[in-house]
């Protein structure tokens, strides 16, 4: 199953961003959004874009955010205007076009004190592409890279706190596709492959929820191969780690059966 969120964190964000300028709005009247080149001056069209948004029409919303910037380029509300445009196609669920909205504004505002909710857009709209293992991992892998780029600009905001639970949750996810692979491989005993793919989850995903189960399916393949001792040694790890669970017994029965020591 694909990975998904609650897209609360964003939107409570974006709601403080947008309030203090929707104060200074020139009006509230409730306008007839049209996204046709008009020249309209900053609060109108602000506050055009923000009632959309309210109304919960994100796409709608996003282009009138995106016409505040292309009409008053140099306005102090243009800047804000990027990072709205970014969560309302994040909002109406356009990934690409909300990366792309949030890339922008970091592009020419990077030391701006927003910059950290645009990397964490940025991260968010990988994250929710990711895909289920039988599919291609490589939106997870941009993802994790997206993830830890905030983690490491901005440690010690909420974001990254919201991101280093990601970082776990996308890990084991990308685990999982290395067994999902290594299983395949194990029961065309083509045992050499497998053993790529369970040795990588052991090495580079052994904190994962798939760890031990990797360890196990190790024991079996090169007790399938024979090679006797490397699967002595993997259970002997398994053992070590993760004594109580179903895959040290069964490790260690295949090995009591098959490999006992000398």
Known sequence: MPLRISRSLAAIV????????????GGNKRTRADTQYVARD??????????RLDRRQYTLAAALFDEVERQHPYSVWARRAQLMSAFSYYAAG?????IESARRFL????????????????????????????????????????LGELVRRYPMTRYASDARLKIDLVRDHLAGKEMEIGRFYQKRNQWLASIVRFRNV????QTTTHAPEALMRLTESYLALGIPEEARRAAAVLGANYPNT?????????????????
């Open 42 to 51: 900053v609060n109108t069209l602000y506050s055009m874009a923000k009632d």
């Open 107 to 146: 592009s020419i505002h990077p030391g701006n004190k927003d910059a950290p909710y645009a990397y964490y857009l940025i991260a968010l709209n990988y994250y929710e592409q990711i895909e289920d293992v039988q599919r291609d991992q490589s939106t997870t892998r941009q993802a994790l890279d997206a």
């Open 94 to 98: 356009d990934e690409t076009k909300s």
């Open 246 to 262: 179903k895959w040290y017994r069964r490790a260690y029965s295949l090995v009591q059966r098959n490999a006992p020591a000398a």
């Open 202 to 205: 052991v090495d580079e995903y």
């Open 14 to 25: 974006m709601v403080a961003l947008v309030l203090p300028l929707a104060a200074c709005a």
